[in-house]
């Protein structure tokens, strides 16, 4: 993931230039965990040691214990000693969702009277480390194509991983005409009635031979394509063989599986019926999305964690003697980790300071990074799940500007609690441009709460619960900003302030829903 290059014979393969982010750096690589696959604090600390030591630019910790404390005695001094000798130390906040991951009130709710969501592992919980959330890769490879098996899959929702049935075409199909050259990446909802199959794949009972009489019902129904399959089981024809098929008109694709593999869907159902029609690189059913896995923030400290996002879901990268793919922030760590590796170089074309590379580079990952929306909800993912949203080094080093906030190394503001419920914050930033410009931008503000509504009532009373998503709250917004812009000189620096004030309407939902407090986050962006 880091700085991972590709064997000869896979560039033309999987149409791709590199595997690493940042291919040609130098790696370090410490083994802190034994034999038995523990890793105990004295093997932490002594690696940490070891890095400062040797003075490396940047360290990825792709490890954590779930619901680590925002403080550790003899633990967190480490880590700000690191940050201290300028490392940039990069660690992955842990797979362990919310606090609201299967809930016993389904759909990750959780009762209002709970304001804990976080379970970010230690060390991110620390606050000296850059702590990274995932996000579903929007594209993944399928090495059942690889290997040069036709394959139609589905994400199993139960298992947590896609499944496929393998598929035949037939003999002699005009170019261009293919089942796989015409849906190849498609995804596809299913029918196994005719009266059902417009715009679907149909699943189609065949005994064999000739199978234009199935192109007509097909091409009558509107299918968008069909999988034959044979709905008996003999000796000529056993369960694991697909049904052969032939035929002379190709208006809508169409393949063959077998019985065996046909029963196999329904005992796997796919997740919101939707069905794949694999090539080597696909499409992914949840890009864009949130890894459900990514664990969420805040500290118990209330500290704003995580704090960014890199690519963690369906990752292909080098594994043991060859490639492999797998899921989690232990992959969306390393990505960050080498993003930053890309930002310090550039920075030594720059005047800025090497003492002060790693807080520039925390800024500029955190000021350029890309805040993510949550479409299926029409609003932006919680900051305590996201951070500053998906990181983009390609935009750090192009932006020469950035945000950064006293009393902290990165790009975020941490209000703490607002024990009066009085709705107002206010946010005070510096701008700092170290370009040979001038820069203008326009101030954007977008600010977030939670969603409760009634569960049960017992007792005339009633248990509010929180939803997973976040609601847009009508705030009113001021700023130091005339008529919201903002300009910085060319190597120069700007005081901005920004107010937010709750509505009246909004402060009352949250008194009547959230006994205990509700979280307000949301997004200072200069655009």
């Not at 003075?55 to 003899?74: I, K, M, Q, R, W």
């Not at 379970?119 to 090495?143: H, I, R, Y």
């Not at 149909?202 to 709905?231: C, H, R, T, W």
Request: aromatic content about 10%; overall charge negative.
């Amino acid at each position: 993931i880091v700085a991972g290059n590709l064997p000869e014979e896979v560039p033309e393969q999987l149409h791709m230039e590199t595997l690493g982010i940042a291919p040609e750096a130098q790696l370090i690589i410490m083994k802190v965990f034994d034999m038995d696959g523990m890793c105990y604090f004295d093997y932490l600390i002594a690696a940490m040691e070891d890095a400062i030591v040797l003075g490396v630019d940047c360290a990825n910790l792709s490890l954590g214990s779930a619901c680590g404390p925002h403080y550790y005695e003899g633990m967190t001094e480490v880590y700000d000693a690191a940050r201290e000798a300028g490392i940039h130390v990069v660690v992955a906040a842990g797979n362990d969702a919310s606090t609201g991951y299967r809930s016993l009130w389904g759909e990750g709710l959780v009762e209002s009277s709970s304001v804990s969501t976080g379970t970010l592992g230690m060390p991110g919980t620390f606050d000296s480390v850059l702590t990274v959330a995932s996000m579903e890769n929007p594209q993944e490879v399928s090495f059942e194509a690889i290997r040069g098996l036709s394959t139609v899959s589905w994400y199993n929702r139960a298992q947590g991983f896609r499944q496929f049935f393998a598929y035949q075409e037939a003999e002699s199909v005009p170019e261009g005409m293919g089942f796989q050259e015409r849906l190849a990446g498609q995804f596809l909802t299913y029918a196994t009635r005719w009266e059902d199959a417009e715009g679907k794949l149909m699943f189609a009972p065949f005994e064999g031979g000739n199978a234009d009489g199935i192109m007509a019902q097909a091409v009558q129904a509107k299918a968008a394509a069909v999988v034959l399959y044979s709905p008996t089981v003999t000796e000529e024809l056993p369960a694991g063989m697909p049904v052969h098929f032939s035929l002379t008109r190709f208006e809508v694709p169409m393949a063959a599986t077998s019985r065996l593999q046909y029963d196999f869907i329904w005992s796997n159902l796919p997740d919101k019926d939707l069905l794949r029609v694999d090539t080597i690189w696909n499409p992914s059913q949840f890009a864009g999305q949130m890894s459900s896995f990514s664990s969420w923030g805040p500290t118990d400290g209330l500290t704003l964690k995580p704090e960014i996002t890199g690519i963690g879901g369906n990752v292909l990268s080098a594994y043991r003697n060859g490639m492999g793919i797998s899921s989690g922030t232990s992959m969306s760590s390393p990505a960050v980790a080498a993003s930053a590796a890309l930002v310090r170089q550039y920075l030594k074309d720059t005047d800025i300071p090497e003492e002060d590379y790693a807080h520039v580079t925390n800024c500029l990952l955190m000021s350029t990074a890309t805040p993510i929306l949550d479409e299926e909800n029409g609003t932006l993912y919680f900051v305590r799940r996201q951070g500053a949203g998906l990181a983009n080094p390609a935009a750090a080093m192009a932006s020469q500007a950035y945000i950064q906030v006293e009393g902290t190394n990165k790009s975020k503001f941490e209000l703490g609690d607002d024990p009066e419920r009085t709705g107002v914050y206010t946010m005070d930033f510096e701008v700092v441009n170290f370009s040979d410009g001038e820069k203008t931008y326009t101030l954007d503000t977008a600010v977030l709460g939670q969603k409760a509504e009634g569960g049960q009532i017992r007792g005339g009373k009633v248990t509010y619960l929180v939803y997973d998503y976040a609601r847009k709250l009508s705030a009113a917004v001021t700023s130091s900003a005339a008529d919201g812009r903002i300009t910085v000189p060319a190597h120069a620096t700007a005081q901005v302030s920004v107010t937010v004030t709750l509505s009246d309407a909004d402060r009352a939902y949250m008194d009547e829903r959230f006994p205990y407090g509700a979280y307000v986050e949301g997004f200072v962006q200069l655009i």
